[in-house]
Structure formats: C-alpha cells, structure tokens
C-alpha cells in the first residue's frame, strides 16, 4: 500500500482557508452555553434543532410527507407565537415548558437560516422543566434521554390540558391510554369525539404529532378465532445501533478468551511433564543423550 503524501506547510494553510471559506456559507446551528453540567440537555436540543419535520411543523412550512401532520392542530404552535397566520390563537400561560422550547427552538432556526452565527441559552427550557421537576435546579448532570422523555411528556400533558378546554369530551366518555379494540365497537371509536368535531379538526399536541405512536398488542382465541387488539402509546423506542458490529465483537472476544485458555492449556501440560532433577543428581552429558536416543532407534 502506497504511504500518504505529507501535506506541506503551504497546502495545510490552504485547506484550512478552504474549510474556513466553506463555514462562512454553511447553515450551521448556533451554540448553546452550558449552564453547569447541562451539556446533557444541550445535545438533546441539538439534535431537535436539526430535526427537519419538528422546523417544518413550527414554522408553518408545507410538508410533503406521508403522515397526517398539519400544524395547526397543535395548541403549541398556534399559542400567540406569530407563526400560524390566520390560525393563531390569543396566548394562554398555561403551557410554559412548550412555549420555553418552542421559543428556543425558532431562534436556532432564525440564527441557522440568516447565518448570524450567535449562541443561545437554553435556560428558559432548564428554568420552566424545574418548577415541575425538582433535579433540574441545580444544574447537575442528568440523563440525555432521561430529559428528552421528560420535555416531550411535560408538554404533552400541557397541550391536553388546553385541548380539554377547546374541544372537551362529553362527560360520559373517559379517555383511557389503554383501549382494547374489537370488531363490535371498532365503528364505535367516532363517538369519542363531540359530534360537532370532525377528525380534521380533531386538535393533536405536537409530541405525538412527530413522536407519538402506538404498541399494538394481538391476542387471538383458540377456541373460537376473536381476535383482540390492544393500543398502548409511546413517544419513544430503545433501538440498539449496529446490531452486527456488537456480535463481531462479540465474536472477537470469544476467539480471544479461548486462544488464551488454549496457551494456558498447553504451557501447564508442558510444566506437567518435565520433571525436577534432584539437587544431587547430576544433569546428563551431551552424550549420554545421544545414547540414549541412539538405544531407542529401530534397525
């Protein structure tokens, strides 16, 4: 294999220049402070910040997409942000940790779009996620995905409380997480809704908008064949990366382990049968061994 060329002195100061050149037209993110040890929170925010549907949504862009995402189904979006033209709605204050993230998230994309190269601080987001949950004061360190449950489910339950309040249900209806849903009473799930409402007006907050789904769980009798499904939301799925690459480590470890048992198998067999000369014994000449070799020789 050919050896690399060593850049010159002149040719490392080039690329540099060309890199720089590049930076300066790049849509690049704007930083965040660290506020303590919340470099935790700070990577979550990034990778929502480079989220392409949660932009789309926020600002109001068309989206080509199969899903049934329209932002002005979200009580977030249309919160007297000045981003959902003639769907906005007067600002309420009973969604401040969504309108703290949504607010920092409209700046990173504004500092992206117009490259103003800038850093933000995200401790409204840290400020508003404390006053409901006491490990956010201090500024300690926490868990990455323990926070990205966390935001997604507080501002969830804030945009249910204020669907409740613009399309409540009737009272005899009780909203469940778990719904067992059977051919009897699947025509039945319209009802949920006041008549008045159709499903395109159907309010939907804006955590299950991007990451809401649902576990479907089936069980089918053996008797009589009914089939049973079971519906349990989730915002989020644990996924192991590169499935491959952790068996051939695993692999790699197992060969290693046996080529070590293997060498410790043999040097102690070899230990085994060789043995000790006594002190007063002398060792034996050269000679005496090639008789002895020459003894055991066949004609």
């Known amino acids: 294999m050919a050896k690399s060329k060593t850049l010159t002195p002149q040719e490392l100061y080039q ?31 990034q990778g929502l910040i480079a989220t392409q549907l949660l932009s789309d949504l926020a600002l109001f862009k068309p989206i080509q997409c199969q899903y049934n995402a329209v932002s002005r189904k979200s009580p977030l979006l249309t919160n007297g942000h000045k981003l959902g033209g003639q769907h906005e709605q007067s600002w ?37 996620l404390g006053r409901k949950y006491d490990q ?3 500024f300690a360190q926490q868990d990455a995905h323990e926070f990205l449950r966390i935001l997604l489910d507080a501002s969830r ?11 409540p249900l009737p009272e005899k209806v009780k909203k469940r997480r778990r ?24 309010l939907v907050t804006l955590s299950d908008t991007i990451f809401g789904g649902k576990f479907a769980s089936i069980l089918v009798c053996r008797e009589c064949k009914h089939v049973s499904t079971t519906y349990e ?26 080529k070590r048992l293997t060498s410790f198998q043999t040097s102690s067999l070899s230990a085994i049968n060789e ?8 060792p034996p000449s050269p000679l005496e061994g090639e008789h002895k070799l020459a003894g055991h020789e066949e004609p």
């Not at 804030?158 to 399309?167: T, V």
């Open 233 to 258: 939301d989730f915002n989020d799925i644990s996924l192991s990366i590169k499935a491959e690459d952790y068996h051939a480590r695993k692999r790699d470890r197992l060969k290693s382990l046996a």
């Open 179 to 202: 719904t067992t849903i059977t051919p009897s009473n699947l025509s039945s799930q319209s009802s949920h809704l006041p008549s008045s409402i159709t499903e395109e007006e159907k």
């Open 136 to 138: 956010y004061l201090d």
């Open 92 to 128: 309420v204050d009973s969604m401040p940790i969504g309108d703290a993230f949504l607010d920092l998230m409209v700046r990173a994309w504004d500092s992206q779009m117009y490259q103003k190269r800038e850093n933000l601080s995200p401790k409204p987001i840290l400020a508003a």
């Open 275 to 282: 043995v000790p000369r006594p002190s007063s014994v002398p």
């Open 15 to 45: 690329a540099r220049k060309q890199r720089e050149e590049q930076e300066k037209t790049a849509l690049l993110p704007p930083g965040l402070l660290n506020h303590g040890n919340t470099c935790f929170m700070n990577s979550v925010i």
């Open 157 to 167: 339950m804030e945009e249910l409380d204020e669907i409740k309040k613009r399309q």
